[in-house]
């Protein structure tokens, strides 16, 4: 069965700093999906970024890297240059392709950005 | 552009009513996912539809709640003889088939409390 961990149950980060959240996770199936999704106190889902288990390349979009590290089974988020608005819950998430379509999310990490 | 809608968007019922909820997901996207989420935790995968067929239910589905999603548009997530413990918010999700190289498009959610 699929699982996803986060370790950091909170973190603190300076405006325009970087920061990493973490994330591993755990699954037999060679064929996988990676995602992080913010949310913010408004309580709304925001996809952030993908990766796929046979992507060469570490995904980009924007501000948000992942740090995609298979035989670790991580899957590190990178936010450049924090702003204030980054303050949110921070939810890794997988899913795979053969062994079932649910997708599993981790428990979170609270960002919190400091002015 | 229409997302995902979830109604009713808060419920307060009481011990040992019946509640339903509805999700009208993206019109294309053929799968469907409820979730629940209780404060301060990730969304916990509760069953999943592609089109009209119930392809995943998890374990944390006691008896007292089923889900239907009769046509393959929309779906209800009925909880019989609610009790304390089904307080939470209930997330309903749709995807287009690539599951493995796209994301879950959220509703906002329905908010219940049970007093």
């Known amino acids: 069965a699929q699982k996803i961990t986060q370790t950091q149950p909170g973190m603190f980060v300076q405006e325009k700093e970087a920061v990493t959240l973490d994330c591993t996770y755990d699954?037999?199936?060679?064929?996988?999906?990676l995602f992080w999704y913010k949310q913010p106190s408004s309580g709304e889902m925001i996809f952030l970024i993908y990766?796929?288990?046979?992507?060469?390349q570490n995904a980009t979009e924007g501000r948000y890297s992942l740090n995609f590290q298979k035989a670790r089974k991580s899957a590190n988020l990178v936010i450049s240059a924090s702003q204030l608005g980054d303050s949110a819950m921070y939810f890794c998430?997988?899913?795979?392709?053969?062994?079932?379509?649910?997708?599993?999310f981790g428990p979170g990490t609270r960002l919190s950005v400091l002015p | 552009d229409t997302g995902v809608s979830q109604d009713p968007r808060h419920k307060i019922t009481k011990r040992g009513q019946n509640v339903t909820f509805r999700c009208d997901p993206i019109?294309?996207?053929?799968?469907l996912y409820w979730y629940r989420q209780t404060l301060g935790q990730g969304p916990e995968f509760l069953t999943y539809?592609?089109?009209?067929?119930?392809?995943?239910k998890s374990r944390l589905l006691s008896d007292r709640f089923s889900a239907e999603r009769p046509k393959g548009s929309f779906s209800t997530l009925e909880i019989q003889r609610t009790e304390q413990g089904d307080s939470a918010m209930y997330l309903c999700?749709?995807?287009?088939?690539?599951?493995?190289?796209?994301?879950?498009?959220f509703g906002e959610g329905s908010r219940l409390t049970v007093l």
């Open positions: 990766q796929g288990s046979y992507d060469q």
């Open positions: 019109s294309e996207h053929n799968r």
């Open positions: 699954t037999s199936d060679p064929s996988y999906g």
């Open positions: 539809f592609q089109n009209e067929a119930q392809l995943e």
């Open positions: 999700a749709s995807s287009p088939d690539r599951v493995d190289t796209g994301e879950l498009f």
């Open positions: 998430a997988m899913t795979e392709t053969n062994y079932g379509q649910n997708f599993v």
